[in-house]
C-alpha cells in the first residue's frame, strides 16, 4: 500500500530518558514533515525536509533532532524527553510545491512518565 | 504572521442535517485553503481544498468556497452520515517554496447521532 507509515504507534517512556521515531513515506514526495498535537488537538509544524535538505524548523528545543538518510524517510530523535514532551507527533509528506496537499501518517503518541 | 480561526465545538447533529463549520484567516499574500478530517485514532487526511478566490472544493458530499472578500473557507455538507463524525481542521498553506507551510485551526468536533 502507498502510504505515509510510522512507528511505534505508541510510545511511553519515563522522564530523562532518549527515544527515536522513525518515518516512512513510498509516495515518491521531496519533502517530509513532523508536526507536534497536543492535547487539545493543536496541531503545530516542527520540521521540514526537502530532498534531505533541512528548510523548515520552527522554534523547537534543540533536544529535538530529525534526521533524513535520504527522501523517504524522516526520523525524529528526541533527547532527555520531560513531561511536556508528551503529544501525538505526526509525519507528513507532500510534493515540493507551495500549495501540495500533505499525507499524514497514523501518528506516534508519546506519553512520558 | 498567517492564522486560522475555527468555530468551536463539538457540534452535534442528527444524521441528516446541515452542516456549516466557519473558518475565517488572516494571510499575508494569497494562500491556499484546506479542510483537513480526522477519524479517532487515525491521521489527518485531506478533505478538499481551494488554491484560489472564489474556487470552490468539495469532495464526499462537503463543499467550501475560497471568499477573499470575507476571508472564509466555510465548510457545508447537506446531509450528515454518522460516519462524518470526525475532528476537521480548517488550514491554509504559505508558499513555502518547496514545503507547504500548513497553518492549522484548531479543529472541530463532528458528532452525529442517529
Known amino acids: 500500500d502507498t502510504a505515509v507509515s510510522q512507528t511505534p504507534k505508541y510510545l511511553v517512556t519515563q522522564m530523562?530518558?532518549?527515544?527515536?521515531?522513525?518515518?516512512e513515506q513510498?509516495?515518491?514526495?521531496?519533502?517530509?514533515?513532523w508536526y507536534?498535537?497536543?492535547?487539545?488537538?493543536?496541531?503545530?509544524?516542527?520540521?521540514?525536509?526537502?530532498?534531505?535538505?533541512?528548510i523548515i524548523n520552527e522554534t523547537v528545543p534543540?533536544?529535538?533532532s530529525p534526521k533524513s538518510p535520504d527522501k523517504a524517510h524522516l526520523n525524529l530523535h528526541i533527547n532527555s524527553l520531560e513531561l511536556g514532551d508528551s503529544a501525538v507527533y505526526f509525519c507528513a509528506s507532500s510534493h515540493g510545491q507551495g500549495n501540495s496537499p500533505l499525507h499524514f501518517g497514523n501518528g506516534t503518541r508519546l506519553t512520558v512518565t | 504572521g498567517n492564522s486560522v480561526t475555527q468555530m468551536e465545538g463539538?457540534?452535534?447533529?442528527?444524521?441528516e442535517a446541515f452542516l456549516t463549520i466557519n473558518c475565517t484567516y488572516t494571510a499575508t499574500g494569497y494562500p491556499s485553503?484546506?479542510?483537513?478530517?480526522?477519524y479517532p485514532g487515525e491521521g489527518l487526511q485531506l478533505l478538499l481544498k481551494a488554491t484560489k478566490a472564489d474556487d470552490k472544493g468539495s469532495n464526499k458530499g462537503f463543499e467550501a468556497t475560497y471568499r477573499k472578500e470575507t476571508t472564509s473557507f466555510h465548510l457545508e455538507k447537506g446531509s450528515v452520515q454518522v460516519s462524518d463524525s470526525a475532528v476537521y481542521f480548517c488550514a491554509l498553506s504559505?508558499?513555502?517554496g518547496t514545503a507547504s507551510k500548513l497553518t492549522f485551526g484548531t479543529g472541530t468536533r463532528?458528532?452525529?447521532?442517529l
Open chain 2, 33 to 38: 485553503l484546506f479542510w483537513y478530517v480526522q
Open chain 1, 16 to 23: 530523562g530518558n532518549d527515544k527515536s521515531i522513525k518515518c
Open chain 1, 36 to 54: 507536534k498535537q497536543d492535547s487539545k488537538k493543536f496541531l503545530k509544524i516542527m520540521f521540514s525536509y526537502n530532498n534531505k535538505e533541512l
Open chain 2, 10 to 15: 463539538p457540534v452535534t447533529l442528527s444524521e
Open chain 1, 62 to 64: 534543540n533536544r529535538f
Open chain 2, 110 to 113: 463532528l458528532q452525529v447521532t
Open chain 2, 94 to 96: 504559505e508558499d513555502g
Open chain 1, 26 to 33: 513510498n509516495l515518491g514526495h521531496d519533502t517530509m514533515y
